[in-house]
């Protein structure tokens, strides 16, 4: 056991431990909200330094045998390259979340006067999640990602006292156990081709390819629902918008992070390249692609702040996706060095949405503990009320639309940049399919900066749309450093990515057999050419740079030139009585898309107008549109409706009386007897 | 060593020329138009006076205008001379290319259009969410049109830097299919990017169909200057960039003083037989119902997916 893996242990163990002490510091609420909430970060603190330690000595594998759980079979527990990325993702967001949540918690005391609930089951889930990361046998991962699953549903019905939380929470543990049972069927079939639940032997285990298509299929379908791909997304939209901000803010993200680690631990290391098919790497980009475009496009429709987070999940797991599936395309097909470029991709991607989507749903929470409220339509002008929460808001509207110098852009850059690189290849299907993947992420990214320009315009921006924007308040400062943290990573991860890439490469090294090292020529950390600097090159440092001088250029030329500044009313048309209600609306700001992609929203308009004594004379008019999710009523639904009708039967079956069991037994013995003659 | 210094200076110098000559050829199209419409028109000298006249103007601001409205005419301007200074205009091989290639390009036009977008939603009137609501609409459905037309010249060339797409483009025997539909996609586009007639009317105010005036009507003073300015060299950059990538010819492969002044004269010739084009466009056409726009920008995806899909099957290994 190395360093690093002892890290890992411990940050195992503070989390087990802020949930065993949370009970018992009950009386002492506010003592136990700061104790609980700096236990998370310190386990976060951990995790993260077992993370980068793991990563740097990426050679090394370490294990490490519990001895608990059941008489054969210990827990195998491990950090390998992949473990520990994925640890550092994790650490990273577990550290501000943390923070923040000591902050956070103190409006649940005051009004519970209690934070049991969350003291016991927030530390139990970052436990859970932890564990899955470290699992080396599927024992351990199951039972870790049960842990993850039942303490997060805890988590989405917090609020449970209101109906609409309880559905969600039903619905999120339903899925979450089809999608466990899933899993589980995939653990079954390499276990069935290996013998042992060790990972090291699954790893060794011969797979035909029908065994090793069923396994990756179980698993796509499993942790695609975990991550939210659409279509097996419908939990999510209801489940992260009722749990507490700073448990919604790891659940969307690390949880879906956890799934994709799931995923990339089964099909890259357990099922192993070799045993892969070429379509496997088209049906993870289709998904992508498709998780991507739907996403985004829900998500321009919320109204919902934390609805519309939500939604956006699904489109970044999409990119994250199309990364994946590129990279098993391109692996598959025999280009390593293209595979590793588009892998790295996909992680960074997956550690960029960790901070800016954690970042998101903490300003989220910012907002809903200084308004009260999630509807966006009750808000606006919060940039004068909440400066500090709005800049960091902003930064994390940045990166999640892909612009730079955030970090978003580097990883929408590099995705862009291992489609580009396809080679020629036989398959026309394949040859098609890339390009419009690559389209729609075009698509799907520039549709995610309408989604947040509506997003940080409708709630910051303009003025007050409500009397409780209007008192708003700037949040506390443990609130504050919570939200700082992930808002620098996301501009270090954007200005110094050739600082990064190197401490991931030992990721698609230990899965691809490949690195990025081998085929970058300009190697220091001012550019970033992935594979050589004629095919393409990006200095984000020298376009900061760039960019801070022209700016300190034109301030400069321009300070104190001309005349000053003086401030006025708005003008209104010469209308002087212009209200907060007649501002665009975020129903309003997204009407041009709901119109352009009808097809696919389906909107319900109902338009109710009432008269005066005259039909010229309108006295008032209300409009209301409403936009479900097709996915849930198209497919969910009828499943749901087909499930109730066979019980339905059953149910008929049983109830009929004692003749009817009579026949029942009569033909069973009968069926039962023909089939001994038969044999 | 001076070798290297000479290029960097070209490279200032041709940004510098970029920045400088956008308000000339604002002024070169509105003359043309007018003439074109039987009017005698402006002086083509005319933006640069209405860019001096604003500088020296007061700025009056809403009472509830944010640091968002203040920085944003800034870092719009920023960012669109960072997005212009890497685009070849008379040297084909620039070295600022190497620092943001065409996808890092097109971001930083992004940027600059998610803060105006952020700078009309910001006093909280229905002209400035109408904008910032349609400007962003439409350019997210211009974005894949866009960058699969430009895609397809990477793809040929095996790079997604500028300078090394501009040589693959000056090499061409003849103009490739691919090519051709790429070009054609990258025109519709280029037209949406700039708000120009049959999208919009760069010349309206107040009317109910306008996207791009409706976000900058708070502005005064020397940040109308900084927006306006912005977007004359978007125009000029759009410009020059269907010249570099698809008639490149005349562009200085080597830094020699003949070379480069054929290269400038080509530039500013190509320039005006676009700006005739553009200008003959805009005066045969009428503006299309904004609900039309999105089947434009379709056609235009397909276009520039059809060029890439026959580049694949067409052109590889060619």
């Known amino acids: 056991m190395n360093f690093a893996m002892s890290l890992a242990v411990a940050a195992m163990a503070i989390s087990l431990i802020a949930s065993i002490l949370s009970p018992l510091l009950g009386r002492y609420v506010h003592f136990q909200r700061l104790t609980i909430s700096l236990l998370v970060a310190l386990s976060g603190a951990f995790a993260l330094t077992a993370g980068l330690i793991g990563l740097m000595a990426s050679e090394s594998e370490a294990t490490i045998i519990l001895p608990i759980g059941l008489p054969w079979l210990p827990m195998h527990l491990h950090l390998d390259v992949l473990s520990a990325f994925f640890m550092l993702t994790l650490g990273a ?22 934070i049991q609930h969350l003291g016991i089951f927030l530390p139990l889930f970052t436990l859970g999640m932890q564990g899955v990361v470290l699992a080396n046998d599927a024992y351990a991962f199951m039972v870790f990602w049960e842990l993850m699953s039942i303490s997060s549903y805890f988590l989405v019905s917090y609020e449970h006292d209101r109906e609409e939380n309880r559905r969600a929470g039903f619905l999120y543990l ?21 013998g042992a639940f060790t990972f090291d032997v699954m790893r060794s285990a011969d797979l035909s390819s029908g065994m090793a298509t069923f396994a990756f299929l179980l698993a796509a379908f499993g942790f695609g629902m975990k991550a ?38 089964i099909t890259w290391d357990l099922i192993g390249l070799n045993n892969f098919s070429w379509w496997w790497g088209a049906l993870v980009l289709a998904a992508g692609s498709s998780s991507a475009l ?13 609805r519309l987070l939500a939604y956006s999940s699904s489109e970044n797991v999409g990119i994250i996706l199309i990364g994946l599936g590129l990279a098993m395309i391109f692996a598959n097909l025999g280009h390593p060095v293209i595979a590793a470029l588009a892998m790295i991709a996909s992680l960074y991607h997956t550690i960029n949405h960790a901070l800016f989507k954690g970042l998101l749903f903490m300003g989220a929470g910012a907002v809903l503990h200084a308004t009260g409220s999630r509807n966006m339509e009750k808000m606006g002008g919060l940039i004068h009320r909440m400066p500090i929460t709005s800049a960091l808001f902003l930064v994390g509207c940045m990166s999640i639309s892909g612009l730079p110098p955030f970090n978003g852009f580097v990883s929408e850059w590099l995705t862009f940049q291992s489609a580009l690189l396809t080679p020629p290849m036989e398959n026309t299907m394949l040859s098609a399919l890339i390009p419009f993947s690559a389209s729609m992420l075009a698509l799907a990214g520039a549709l995610a900066a309408v989604c947040f320009v509506k997003a940080f315009g409708i709630v910051f921006q303009g003025r007050a749309r409500s009397e409780m924007a209007e008192q708003a308040h700037e949040v506390d400062n443990w609130m504050k450093v919570g939200m700082v943290i992930p808002a620098i990573f996301c501009l270090l991860l954007g200005v110094f990515p050739t600082l990064f890439i190197p401490l991931i490469d030992g990721v698609p090294q230990m899965l691809i057999h490949s690195s990025l090292s081998a085929s970058v020529h300009v190697t220091n950390w001012l550019w970033l050419t992935p594979v050589n600097a004629e095919r393409a090159s990006l200095s984000a440092p020298l376009m900061v740079l760039g960019m801070l001088l022209l700016i300190a250029l034109i301030y400069w030329r321009l300070h104190g030139r001309g005349k000053g500044i003086s401030r006025g009313p708005i003008w209104s048309c010469g209308y002087p009585h212009l209200s907060a209600q007649m501002q665009y609306t975020a129903t309003g700001f997204s009407q041009p898309l709901r119109r352009i992609f009808s097809g696919v929203y389906r909107p319900e308009e109902r338009k109710v107008i009432r008269y005066g004594f005259h039909p010229l004379i309108v006295k008032d008019i209300r409009y209301k549109v409403t936009v479900a999710d097709l996915a849930y009523n198209k497919i969910y639904i009828p499943i749901a409706n087909i499930t109730r009708a066979i019980t339905a039967r059953v149910a008929y079956e049983h109830e009929r009386g004692m003749h009817a069991y009579l026949t029942y037994i009569f033909v069973t013995i009968l069926a039962l007897l023909l089939w001994v003659v038969m044999a | 060593m ?8 070209l490279n200032l110098a041709q940004v510098a020329l970029m920045v400088f000559t956008a308000p000339l050829i604002t002024g070169i199209v509105r003359k043309l138009k007018a003439r074109l419409q039987n009017r005698r028109g402006s002086s083509v000298l005319q933006p640069y006076r209405d860019l001096m006249k604003l500088f020296s103007k007061e700025v009056l601001l809403a009472e509830n205008a944010s640091w968002i409205f203040r920085s944003a005419p800034y870092i719009i301007f920023t960012a669109t001379v960072l997005a212009v200074s890497v685009v070849p205009v008379i040297l084909v091989n620039l070295p600022s290319s190497l620092i943001a290639d065409v996808i890092a390009m097109a971001a930083l036009l992004a940027l600059a259009r998610f803060w105006l977008a952020l700078a009309g939603m910001d006093i909280g009137t229905g002209f400035g969410g109408m904008g910032a609501s349609r400007e962003m609409t439409f350019s997210a459905m211009a974005e894949p049109a866009m960058l699969m037309s430009v895609f397809v010249i990477s793809l040929g060339a095996h790079s997604t830097n500028l300078s090394t797409m501009v040589e693959y483009a000056l090499h061409l025997q003849h103009l490739l299919p691919s090519v051709a539909f790429a070009l054609i996609a990258f025109l519709m586009v ?28 708070e ?3 020397r940040h109308l200057a900084l927006i306006e300015w912005a977007s004359q060299i978007k125009l000029v950059l759009f410009i020059t ?13 080597s830094v020699a003083i003949l070379p480069i002044i054929s290269a400038l004269t080509f530039w500013f010739g190509k320039i005006v037989f676009i700006i005739i084009l553009l200008v003959i466009m805009e005066t045969l056409l009428a503006k299309i119902r904004i609900f039309e726009v999105p089947d434009y920008l379709l056609t235009a995806y397909v276009l520039a997916f059809l060029g890439m899909l026959v580049h694949y099957i067409l052109e590889v290994g060619v």
């Not at chain 1, 339903?174 to 290996?194: C, P, Q």
Request: proline content about 5%; overall charge negative; hydrophobic content about 55%.
């Open chain 1, 174 to 194: 339903l899925m979450a156990h089809l999608a466990g049972l899933l899993i589980l069927g995939a653990f079954a079939v390499l276990y069935a081709a290996g």
């Open chain 2, 2 to 9: 001076t070798d290297a210094v000479i290029v960097w200076l």
């Open chain 2, 190 to 217: 280029a037209v949406v990017e700039n708000g120009r007639i049959p999208i919009d009317n760069p010349s309206t105010h107040l009317e109910v169909t306008m996207i791009h005036e409706a976000m900058i009507l």
């Open chain 1, 93 to 114: 967001l577990l550290l501000p979340v943390g923070i923040y949540s000591a902050g956070y918690m103190k409006e649940a005391v005051e009004k519970n006067g209690s």
């Open chain 1, 228 to 265: 939210g791909v659409v279509p097996l997304h419908v939990w999510l939209p209801d489940a992260h918008p009722v749990a507490p901000s700073n448990a919604s803010a790891l659940m969307s993200g690390i949880m879906l992070k956890v799934a994709i680690f799931g995923f990339m631990r």
């Open chain 1, 294 to 306: 739907v996403g985004v496009l829900m998500a321009l429709q919320q109204n919902d702040l934390k």
């Open chain 2, 219 to 221: 502005y005064s003073g």
């Open chain 2, 241 to 253: 960039l269907i010249s570099s990538l698809f008639f490149p010819w005349g562009m200085a492969e």
